[in-house]
């Protein structure tokens, strides 16, 4: 017997016996051209991929061709390659880097002064409903307050030192985080804690075991948000009341008309701010394992 013939014998079979329509080779060939067309349609086209990387690259260069042209104001859009001549000797004088010291020292300790008491906090209200209807009210309306419009205040208090620039950092990274903690934690199912207290845990443990891991997604969330909100909140605080750093650095660049160390500065922000974040995106990806990325 041929075998199209024990195919259509095996498909005449199944169909009788109650298993569905017999699948042809056509409808098989349908089924993959099918998918061949969704798979398609969810990388995008060829073009586009090999285009889509180098996309700021081109953008460049025609910054840059615009900029020779005069199509461009070269007084507020120098030429990007005048902008890397600018970083290059402002790198080697040695003035970029201490800037750059000064900033990050600024936000790696205001970061860690307002991060671990709005992880706490935030578990805290996450877990207490009592606690939490009696002061997230406060934080609520806390909130909306504009982190550098309370920076003059903060002035007064502490002074044009470090300490004021640390306390706006830590206010602005407290809130991202605290109210991202308490968000996971009250999204904890039930079932969790049920079965930690069937299996002997105490009411710490419970929250150390089983609330803190289950919000931690939610709270590398808070971190990611809080280090873009840092960065912002120091090159601001930066502009006044200080004689070095990043924000120094644009304030003092704007003040001379110095466009191109303007330029490097924005750029160094920015840049440091994306390094940042993806350090941070590597150490959730280690650290939260069991969450798809």
Do not use: C, H
Request: aromatic content about 10%; cysteine-free; overall charge positive.
């Amino acid at each position: 017997m041929s075998t199209d013939t024990q195919t259509s014998d095996t498909q005449a079979s199944a169909a009788r016996a109650g298993l569905g329509p017999a699948v042809t080779a056509a409808d098989r060939e349908e089924i993959r051209a099918r998918l061949a067309s969704a798979v398609q349609a969810e990388r995008g086209s060829p073009w586009n991929r090999r285009i889509g990387p180098y996309t700021p690259l081109l953008l460049l260069v025609a910054w840059e061709a615009l900029s020779r042209l005069g199509v461009l104001d070269a007084r507020f859009f120098p030429a990007p390659t005048a902008i890397v001549e600018t970083f290059v000797n402002l790198l080697v004088s040695g003035q970029l880097v201490t800037d750059i010291l000064m900033t990050l020292s600024r936000i790696a300790v205001g970061f860690v002064l307002g991060a671990i008491p709005g992880v706490l906090l935030g578990l805290l209200l996450g877990s207490v409903r009592s606690v939490r209807l009696l002061l997230e009210p406060v934080f609520s309306s806390l909130l909306p307050i504009p982190k550098v419009a309370i920076y003059p205040l903060l002035l007064l208090i502490f002074g044009l030192g470090e300490t004021s620039k640390y306390v706006i950092v830590a206010i602005g990274v407290f809130f991202y985080l605290f109210f991202n903690t308490m968000s996971g934690v009250m999204q904890t199912p039930p079932l969790f804690d049920d079965v930690a207290r069937a299996n002997g845990a105490s009411r710490i443990q419970r929250r150390l075991t089983v609330s803190l891991p289950y919000a931690l997604p939610s709270i590398f969330t808070g971190i990611k948000l809080a280090t873009g909100g840092a960065f912002v909140i120091i090159a601001a605080s930066e502009f006044v009341g200080a004689q070095s750093g990043l924000g120094y650095l644009i304030w003092s660049s704007w003040s001379t008309f110095a466009v191109s160390k303007m330029y490097v500065g924005i750029v160094t922000i920015s840049a440091l701010g994306y390094g940042a974040t993806a350090l941070e995106g590597y150490l959730e990806r280690r650290l939260v394992p069991w969450v798809k990325y």
